[in-house]
């Protein structure tokens, strides 16, 4: 393990961002065997053909509902039960195949937010942390679709926080079943599903005796009664998608029916969250690639001024800003994948949460410049783009808002390096001579401009040659990285909790640094491996590194900056002053004193 | 005729008094306008050997008003026509159009405008009699008294000293006066200026230096009040609780509105009115205060608003004691990330922004009112009222902590006792 760890700390090999995977676990690109290449691209071509030719996008828009018959259709594919053992019916997907299906999932949003809704959260409560009898008894109709799945978490109050959870679960006096009452809000597929995933407070007994209200897990069926749901929510986006409201009243659950302990919902709620973000990224890179075809084709048949549309620097930026994207989105989605299909049970919630926020927000840029180039046909109904605006605007805000994403990765990656550093930390701050002069002597020699070397490039390196230069320059920002984290633990300590705006900046610099290592990791492979094109990846990966190496630059010069210089003290101070008024308070401009 | 016969007098008068004000100056100084005009009065008269003729006449006047006001009740009539101007001419009301009138009344009397100086330092000092002392246009009116033209410089050397002191002083006097009241002169006033004085001159200065921090200063209050209080004490209360409290998802409740009624008894009975104000975290903190402890009602406590005293109280805790104030962070509170690391450093003192203050420490305000009786009886309606609001109240005991307050002293001297403590339970129900 290693990544950012400081200076002189280089006895291990560089893994990656936070050493929380290992460099062994990044390069090379994980790759699939033959024979699963061969099954997945068997599901690959009727999926993609029933999503060109049976679901009629504009239609589930606009009547903001998906027709039976196509849910029948995803149903008979097999998509209700991607990741459900075959043993219970399911296809028994990997997580790396369950990717590459979500890429052609995603050209419907309302169609893949059900689906996800389904199997990503809604029954994957039962699939981590279900006993056989509960498996057993639930996945088969699960996986073929004949029961859809609901994931009740966010009540009226926050989403994020387990204290606004009111809904209560009362055990009964003869100790066989609970008592569920409450309220869910925001329930995808609420309308639709039949089994629930209810999170709910239940009264524990603690370690010491007390009595204690902790969360507990239930599966609940509509067939328990007092089951009910309000109407449809009118959304910006993935319209098809059923959201709405779910009331349980007086809902009779069997004590069978708990997931994992009675008071260790708290914990399954935070895995089922953190196990289904992967697949975004390779979503999103299907819909971008999707946009890139449609829009590639306007630009180089319409014409202006005797140009066509693709001879214009502006536009051709637009589609290098695409397939950049698109690249790096498919590349860290499917090293996660990989990561997580490795025997074991590796935690890659950190990285999943890295290719969540990194695809979601490229996705947005990128179909709002696909838009763009259709200029005001773009912003026309009779085109999708406007469609896929409102579509992925989504990827922002669910399965834990970017914001608190980015506080996750950071703070997860803080911990790690706190444990790694504190002490070397308290030896600084004691006064211990020998560990201050090796730290004075580093900075010394950076200053002089320091060749860093963490073994990724050059002769026993595992980058190919012709990414050397961003090989060299992820080295650098990873070098540098440890340091500015080193320093912000001394300087803040446990309390860089409550620093946001330094905390996203660490962050956006891990993302950056993941995604770095995807794409190199990739373009390596591809070069050696000898795929079609790979000259052109490595254009990409070169154009993406540079960009992200003088962003990390700037946003690590940021960090290592005090409040007053790097202004978090006058944004903090602008928001404080706009927030006590409510409102925007400068005096207009026409205004007049005398 | 009478005119000068009076003015005649006031200069016999004044040469007697030349000696008397240097022996005894400070006896004099009272009815001086301010002490600039005081200081300037010693070089006038000196000087006066080369002055012109008005400018020693001008100077009589004063101290001839100076001994009608020694001698006022013993004579009659007044020595300084000016006064008299304003006296006539209010004959119905004191209103603007009354001293318009008496302004316009001088400057048709002379085409010279002979006086003009001492009519407007007369008019100046009505001018809050007649309640004109904000008006821009009435200043306006004023300063067009002056003669226009002639106290313009025409050359180096009247530009280099001060040409026609006494006017500049006056018109400076006008602007001062403004600048006390807060008015902003407009593009009159310095059209009138430069007429009146020319480029340069001290009251265009004067102007200048007005305009200059005059805006930069309207807005430098950030809680302004606004310019006239509402009458009704209800809004004003409201204003009031909703400026103390400074919290806009404050809630303000008129528990009961101010009424005078007579009961089938015949008795007279009053009911003052009772303006509260609670904000949700008020809300939330009472939810959470410990029922066994009381909570106190204290007051009045004074707060102004521009010239207008009025009174609030508050409801309060007292500080919570340090076992209970140690907030402990749940760690399966939040589904996302960590809400703390479980780390073994602190933070350095170089990003430590706060500074050192020696903090007294104060238990929370649950809620605060103004009423318009300060007795408990009235005070125990609030608490009623906020009851609706925080059930836990009923179970709360509410100490009655009331000085008495000037709204006491007119009301009656029913609770003549400064503190008033009740010890057990308080039920708002069995009080009422």
Same mark, same amino acid.
């Given at each position: 393990?290693?990544?950012?760890?400081?200076?002189?700390?280089?006895?291990?090999?560089?893994?990656?961002?936070?050493?929380?995977?290992?460099?062994?676990?990044?390069?090379?690109?994980?790759?699939?065997?033959?024979?699963?290449?061969?099954?997945?691209?068997?599901?690959?071509?009727?999926?993609?053909?029933?999503?060109?030719?049976?679901?009629?996008?504009?239609?589930?828009?606009?009547?903001?509902?998906?027709?039976?018959?196509?849910?029948?259709?995803?149903?008979?594919? *097999?998509?209700?039960?991607?990741?459900? @053992? #075959?043993?219970?019916? &399911?296809?028994?997907? /990997? $997580? !790396?195949?369950?990717?590459?299906?979500?890429?052609?999932?995603?050209?419907?949003?309302?169609?893949?937010?059900?689906?996800?809704?389904?199997?990503?959260?809604?029954?994957?409560?039962?699939?981590?942390?279900?006993?056989?009898?509960?498996?057993?008894?639930?996945?088969?109709?699960?996986?073929?679709?004949?029961?859809?799945?609901?994931?009740?978490?966010?009540?009226?109050?926050?989403?994020?926080?387990?204290?606004?959870?009111?809904?209560?679960?009362?055990?009964?006096?003869?100790?066989?079943?609970?008592?569920?009452?409450?309220?869910?809000?925001?329930?995808?597929?609420?309308?639709?599903?039949?089994?629930?995933?209810?999170?709910?407070?239940?009264?524990?007994?603690?370690?010491?005796?007390?009595?204690?209200?902790?969360?507990?897990?239930?599966?609940?069926?509509?067939?328990? *009664?007092?089951?009910?749901?309000?109407? @449809? #929510?009118?959304?910006? &986006?993935?319209?098809? /998608? $059923? !959201?709405?409201?779910?009331?349980?009243?007086?809902?009779?659950?069997?004590?069978?029916?708990?997931?994992?302990?009675?008071?260790?919902?708290?914990?399954?709620?935070?895995?089922?969250?953190?196990?289904?973000?992967?697949?975004?990224?390779?979503?999103?890179?299907?819909?971008?690639?999707?946009?890139?075809?449609?829009?590639?084709?306007?630009?180089?048949?319409?014409?202006?001024?005797?140009?066509?549309?693709?001879?214009?620097?502006?536009?051709?930026?637009?589609?290098?800003?695409?397939?950049?994207?698109?690249?790096?989105?498919?590349?860290?989605?499917?090293?996660?994948?990989?990561?997580?299909?490795?025997?074991?049970?590796?935690?890659?919630?950190?990285?999943?949460?890295?290719?969540?926020?990194?695809?979601?927000?490229?996705?947005?840029?990128?179909?709002?410049?696909?838009?763009?180039?259709?200029?005001?046909?773009?912003?026309?109904?009779?085109?999708?783009?406007?469609?896929?605006?409102?579509?992925?605007?989504?990827?922002?805000?669910?399965?834990?808002?970017?914001?608190?994403?980015?506080?996750?990765?950071?703070?997860?990656?803080?911990?790690?390096?706190?444990?790694?550093?504190?002490?070397?930390?308290?030896?600084?701050?004691?006064?211990?001579?020998?560990?201050?002069?090796?730290?004075?002597?580093?900075?010394?020699?950076?200053?002089?401009?320091?060749?860093?070397?963490?073994?990724?490039?050059?002769?026993?390196?595992?980058?190919?040659?012709?990414?050397?230069?961003?090989?060299?320059?992820?080295?650098?920002?990873?070098?540098?990285?440890?340091?500015?984290?080193?320093?912000?633990?001394?300087?803040?300590?446990?309390?860089?909790?409550?620093?946001?705006?330094?905390?996203?900046?660490?962050?956006?610099?891990?993302?950056?640094?993941?995604?770095?290592?995807?794409?190199?990791?990739?373009?390596?492979?591809?070069?050696?491996?000898?795929?079609?094109?790979?000259?052109?990846?490595?254009?990409?990966?070169?154009?993406?590194?540079?960009?992200?190496?003088?962003?990390?630059?700037?946003?690590?010069?940021?960090?290592?900056?005090?409040?007053?210089?790097?202004?978090?003290?006058?944004?903090?101070?602008?928001?404080?002053?706009?927030?006590?008024?409510?409102?925007?308070?400068?005096?207009?401009?026409?205004?007049?004193?005398? | 005729?009478?005119?000068?016969?009076?003015?005649?007098?006031?200069?016999?008068?004044?040469?007697?008094?030349?000696?008397?004000?240097?022996?005894?100056?400070?006896?004099?100084?009272?009815?001086?306008?301010?002490?600039?005009?005081?200081?300037?009065?010693?070089?006038?008269?000196?000087?006066?050997?080369?002055?012109?003729?008005?400018?020693?006449?001008?100077?009589?006047?004063?101290?001839?008003?100076?001994?009608?006001?020694?001698?006022?009740?013993?004579?009659?009539?007044?020595?300084?026509?000016?006064?008299?101007?304003?006296?006539?001419?209010?004959?119905?009301?004191?209103?603007?159009?009354?001293?318009?009138?008496?302004?316009?009344?001088?400057?048709?009397?002379?085409?010279?405008?002979?006086?003009?100086?001492?009519?407007?330092?007369?008019?100046?000092?009505?001018?809050?009699?007649?309640?004109?002392?904000?008006?821009?246009?009435?200043?306006?009116?004023?300063?067009?008294?002056?003669?226009?033209?002639?106290?313009?410089?025409?050359?180096?050397?009247?530009?280099?000293?001060?040409?026609?002191?006494?006017?500049?002083?006056?018109?400076?006097?006008?602007?001062?006066?403004?600048?006390?009241?807060?008015?902003?002169?407009?593009?009159?006033?310095?059209?009138?200026?430069?007429?009146?004085?020319?480029?340069?001159?001290?009251?265009?200065?004067?102007?200048?230096?007005?305009?200059?921090?005059?805006?930069?200063?309207?807005?430098?209050?950030?809680?302004?009040?606004?310019?006239?209080?509402?009458?009704?004490?209800?809004?004003?209360?409201?204003?009031?609780?909703?400026?103390?409290?400074?919290?806009?998802?404050?809630?303000?409740?008129?528990?009961?509105?101010?009424?005078?009624?007579?009961?089938?008894?015949?008795?007279?009975?009053?009911?003052?009115?009772?303006?509260?104000?609670?904000?949700?975290?008020?809300?939330?903190?009472?939810?959470?205060?410990?029922?066994?402890?009381?909570?106190?009602?204290?007051?009045?406590?004074?707060?102004?608003?521009?010239?207008?005293?009025?009174?609030?109280?508050?409801?309060?805790?007292?500080?919570?004691?340090?076992?209970?104030?140690?907030?402990?962070?749940?760690?399966?509170?939040?589904?996302?990330?960590?809400?703390?690391?479980?780390?073994?450093?602190?933070?350095?003192?170089?990003?430590?922004?706060?500074?050192?203050?020696?903090?007294?420490?104060?238990?929370?305000?649950?809620?605060?009112?103004?009423?318009?009786?300060?007795?408990?009886?009235?005070?125990?309606?609030?608490?009623?009222?906020?009851?609706?609001?925080?059930?836990?109240?009923?179970?709360?005991?509410?100490?009655?902590?009331?000085?008495?307050?000037?709204?006491?002293?007119?009301?009656?001297?029913?609770?003549?006792?400064?503190?008033?403590?009740?010890?057990?339970?308080?039920?708002?129900?069995?009080?009422?």
């Amino acid at each position: 393990y290693i990544s950012f760890l400081p200076q002189g700390a280089y006895s291990l090999k560089l893994a990656q961002v936070w050493a929380i995977t290992k460099e062994e676990e990044v390069f090379p690109y994980p790759e699939i065997s033959n024979e699963e290449l061969e099954e997945i691209n068997q599901f690959v071509g009727p999926v993609e053909k029933f999503f060109s030719e049976e679901v009629d996008s504009k239609r589930i828009d606009q009547d903001a509902k998906i027709p039976p018959e196509t849910l029948k259709g995803l149903k008979s594919l *097999g998509l209700f039960g991607m990741q459900i @053992p #075959e043993e219970y019916g &399911g296809l028994g997907l /990997s $997580n !790396t195949m369950y990717a590459r299906l979500g890429e052609i999932i995603s050209l419907d949003g309302s169609v893949a937010v059900t689906l996800a809704a389904h199997q990503a959260i809604g029954l994957k409560g039962i699939l981590i942390a279900g006993t056989d009898e509960q498996k057993a008894k639930y996945l088969p109709k699960l996986a073929s679709g004949e029961h859809i799945a609901a994931f009740c978490l966010t009540e009226p109050g926050s989403g994020s926080d387990a204290a606004s959870i009111q809904s209560r679960a009362t055990m009964s006096e003869d100790g066989k079943s609970f008592l569920l009452n409450g309220s869910k809000v925001w329930i995808s597929n609420g309308g639709l599903a039949d089994i629930f995933t209810v999170f709910a407070r239940t009264e524990a007994v603690d370690n010491d005796g007390t009595k204690k209200d902790k969360i507990s897990a239930f599966i609940v069926e509509r067939a328990f *009664g007092g089951v009910t749901n309000g109407k @449809p #929510e009118d959304k910006l &986006g993935i319209r098809g /998608s $059923n !959201t709405c409201e779910v009331h349980f009243e007086n809902t009779k659950v069997p004590v069978e029916n708990v997931i994992g302990e009675v008071g260790g919902g708290f914990k399954v709620a935070m895995n089922i969250l953190n196990s289904g973000r992967f697949s975004m990224g390779s979503a999103s890179a299907g819909m971008i690639k999707k946009l890139i075809e449609m829009t590639a084709e306007y630009a180089c048949t319409r014409k202006q001024f005797n140009k066509k549309l693709s001879d214009f620097g502006l536009i051709q930026e637009k589609f290098t800003l695409m397939a950049v994207k698109a690249y790096v989105m498919e590349s860290m989605a499917y090293l996660t994948a990989g990561m997580m299909d490795r025997p074991g049970v590796p935690d890659c919630s950190v990285e999943a949460a890295m290719v969540k926020v990194f695809s979601s927000e490229g996705a947005w840029i990128c179909v709002s410049e696909a838009l763009q180039v259709l200029g005001g046909l773009g912003y026309m109904k009779d085109y999708p783009y406007e469609r896929y605006l409102r579509d992925s605007r989504i990827l922002l805000i669910f399965e834990g808002t970017n914001e608190i994403l980015r506080m996750y990765i950071a703070l997860t990656g803080m911990q790690y390096a706190g444990k790694i550093l504190t002490g070397k930390i308290k030896e600084i701050k004691k006064g211990n001579v020998g560990v201050a002069l090796e730290i004075f002597v580093n900075q010394f020699r950076d200053s002089m401009g320091r060749k860093v070397d963490l073994g990724l490039v050059g002769k026993d390196g595992v980058v190919h040659p012709s990414l050397e230069e961003s090989g060299k320059k992820l080295e650098e920002n990873i070098y540098y990285f440890g340091a500015a984290v080193e320093g912000l633990l001394r300087r803040f300590g446990k309390t860089i909790v409550d620093e946001q705006l330094v905390l996203k900046r660490v962050a956006d610099v891990s993302i950056n640094l993941y995604a770095m290592t995807a794409a190199i990791s990739r373009a390596s492979r591809s070069i050696s491996i000898g795929l079609r094109n790979h000259d052109h990846e490595v254009l990409l990966t070169n154009i993406f590194c540079t960009e992200a190496y003088f962003k990390n630059n700037y946003v690590m010069a940021e960090i290592e900056k005090y409040a007053a210089e790097n202004l978090d003290d006058s944004i903090k101070k602008v928001a404080q002053q706009v927030l006590e008024k409510r409102a925007y308070i400068c005096s207009h401009p026409l205004e007049r004193t005398f | 005729m009478n005119c000068v016969r009076k003015l005649l007098l006031a200069r016999e008068l004044s040469a007697g008094r030349g000696i008397l004000r240097q022996a005894a100056p400070g006896r004099d100084l009272p009815w001086l306008q301010g002490s600039s005009c005081a200081q300037r009065f010693w070089p006038v008269s000196v000087r006066s050997i080369r002055s012109s003729a008005a400018l020693s006449r001008s100077e009589l006047i004063p101290s001839a008003r100076g001994d009608k006001e020694k001698d006022r009740g013993s004579r009659d009539g007044s020595l300084v026509p000016f006064d008299e101007l304003f006296e006539r001419a209010h004959e119905g009301d004191r209103t603007k159009a009354a001293f318009s009138r008496a302004v316009e009344l001088f400057c048709q009397r002379d085409i010279r405008r002979r006086g003009h100086v001492e009519f407007i330092k007369a008019a100046l000092r009505k001018m809050p009699e007649f309640g004109v002392e904000r008006e821009l246009d009435v200043y306006n009116k004023i300063l067009d008294v002056f003669p226009k033209e002639v106290f313009v410089p025409r050359n180096f050397i009247q530009r280099m000293f001060n040409h026609y002191p006494r006017q500049q002083e006056c018109g400076i006097h006008v602007l001062e006066q403004m600048e006390n009241y807060g008015i902003m002169p407009d593009k009159q006033t310095k059209f009138l200026l430069l007429q009146i004085f020319g480029k340069k001159s001290h009251p265009v200065r004067k102007y200048q230096r007005l305009m200059y921090w005059f805006p930069r200063f309207k807005h430098v209050n950030p809680y302004p009040i606004p310019a006239a209080l509402p009458r009704d004490p209800v809004d004003l209360a409201r204003i009031s609780l909703q400026r103390i409290a400074a919290d806009l998802s404050a809630k303000i409740t008129v528990y009961q509105m101010s009424l005078t009624d007579v009961s089938d008894a015949g008795k007279e009975i009053t009911q003052p009115h009772i303006v509260g104000i609670q904000s949700p975290d008020q809300q939330e903190l009472l939810a959470h205060h410990n029922p066994a402890r009381p909570v106190f009602v204290e007051g009045p406590f004074p707060l102004w608003l521009k010239k207008t005293c009025v009174y609030y109280y508050v409801l309060r805790g007292e500080p919570l004691p340090p076992e209970e104030k140690e907030e402990t962070i749940d760690s399966e509170r939040n589904f996302f990330y960590p809400l703390h690391l479980d780390l073994d450093l602190d933070r350095g003192p170089w990003d430590d922004e706060e500074f050192y203050v020696d903090e007294v420490e104060e238990g929370p305000i649950f809620a605060m009112c103004m009423a318009g009786a300060g007795d408990q009886a009235t005070l125990a309606k609030w608490i009623l009222g906020l009851q609706q609001t925080n059930p836990i109240l009923s179970q709360t005991p509410v100490v009655f902590h009331l000085k008495p307050g000037p709204q006491e002293l007119q009301a009656a001297s029913d609770s003549e006792s400064g503190e008033e403590e009740i010890p057990q339970s308080w039920h708002a129900k069995q009080e009422l």
